[in-house]
């Protein structure tokens, strides 16, 4: 018998997965994906394996949704709403320094983010599915692009793939849990990611006269200090928020007072209304300090991906079916939300679901950040995301019909 990470007295599906056929054809299906990485809107390859292995199966899809993106549908039920999975495609622009055996071929472009396992999921979930004799509702399988620029879940949403969907759930490898585990989590899971930008223009001039210039360097020194008051000071501590100034850039020599600065940041908020007043301080902040010194201002706010909280309904749902999938003892919760960003909030502002966390972690092997050159994780994962997948969608379609008039 394997030995595996999973725990627990009872024979649940991750742990007949990792004893079956199926699961090397998923370490091999993970592993081409990852020697083969796509950066975002140029998943052309993965969706070519994606809808290879549907072939295989006999299972109808759509492919070239949204561009890259590929959706497939099992029925069920009485033709109702569907419960719609999801899984991204697509990879980072970092140098592989993992030094597996099957690291990247692509130089610059890497699977840092555990893209190729979450595709790799739910193609087993599709396996499964492909098997059951009868759901309790149809199910549709979103295969999304660019979920790294934020932009492929919107533009999957435009191409209608929440067309009569009643519940949506979707997943992320996880190194803060061990491999073999589900975290679910009611309420915040992922923080919003928005930018901004500030143009000041000041008056250039010698080093030597000052007195003739208005000097952008310092305005803008000014204003990066006064942005660290505003989580300090303005925001509820309860409520975790980050305002990061990334890039500042201003000046061409020693000699030279500066006329212009530029200042590029980040904005993370677990919840909208905190995330709104950021933008409204930092605005205010900026606007003030270029008043005072006698500069001009250009502000703007990049809208990225607002914050993904998890409903109580479909974290409820998600929960048995991550209890069916490797056992109550295996399922757990996020203590903290992470404050980076996730598409699939987009997906939970129109429909309800659930975005759980699947454990990669295993003792007395070093675990590396998401986006990290180093990023590894445990193949076990595999196994259990497919069950997740496969449980929810027949749980959820369950519940469909038990809150039906």
Request: aromatic residues 6%.
């Amino acid at each position: 018998m394997k030995t595996t990470a999973l725990r627990g007295d009872m024979f649940h599906e991750a742990t007949r997965i990792l004893e079956s056929p199926l699961y090397s054809s998923l370490v091999a299906m993970r592993r081409d994906l990852h020697q083969h990485p796509e950066l975002s809107w140029q998943e052309t390859r993965t969706a070519e394996k994606v809808c290879a292995y549907l072939d295989e199966l006999g299972v109808s899809y759509r492919r070239g949704v949204a561009g890259t993106g590929i959706v497939a549908e099992f029925p069920g039920g009485n033709g109702g709403p569907f419960i719609a999975l999801r899984a991204d495609l697509d990879a980072l622009p970092i140098l592989e320094e993992t030094g597996l055996p099957f690291a990247s071929q692509v130089p610059g472009a890497m699977h840092a983010c555990g893209h190729d396992a979450h595709t790799t999921m739910l193609l087993g979930a599709a396996s499964l599915l492909a098997q059951d004799r009868e759901l309790p509702a149809p199910v549709r399988l979103i295969f999304q692009p660019a979920e790294e620029f934020g932009e492929g879940a919107p533009a999957m949403i435009e191409a209608g793939v929440l067309d009569n969907v009643a519940l949506i759930f979707g997943g992320h490898v996880d190194r803060h849990f061990p491999v073999g585990s589900i975290a679910v989590t009611d309420g915040p899971v992922n923080a919003s990611s928005d930018s901004f930008t500030i143009r000041i223009t000041g008056r250039g001039g010698h080093a030597a006269r000052p007195h003739e210039t208005v000097d952008a360097v310092i305005v803008g020194s000014l204003i990066v200090m006064a942005l660290q008051t505003i989580v300090s000071r303005e925001v509820n501590p309860s409520h975790p928020s980050v305002v990061t100034v990334g890039h500042f850039d201003a000046g061409t020599a020693a000699n030279v007072i500066a006329g212009q600065a530029l200042l590029e940041g980040s904005i993370r908020a677990q919840e909208n209304s905190v995330r709104l007043a950021l933008h409204r301080s930092i605005e205010r902040i900026a606007k003030a300090i270029c008043q005072m010194h006698g500069a001009d201002l250009e502000f703007s706010i990049g809208q990225g991906t607002p914050p993904l909280c998890n409903p109580p309904e479909g974290a409820r749902v998600a929960r048995l079916a991550a209890a069916a999938a490797v056992g109550e003892g295996n399922v757990a919760r996020m203590d903290m939300a992470s404050m980076g960003g996730e598409d699939f909030s987009y997906y939970l502002e129109h429909v309800p679901g659930c975005y759980v966390r699947f454990g990669t972690a295993r003792d007395g092997v070093e675990q590396f950040p998401a986006h990290s050159s180093r990023f590894v994780i445990d193949e076990e994962a595999l196994a259990v995301g497919a069950a997740f997948f496969h449980a929810v969608a027949k749980v959820a379609g369950q519940s469909i019909h038990q809150v039906a008039p």
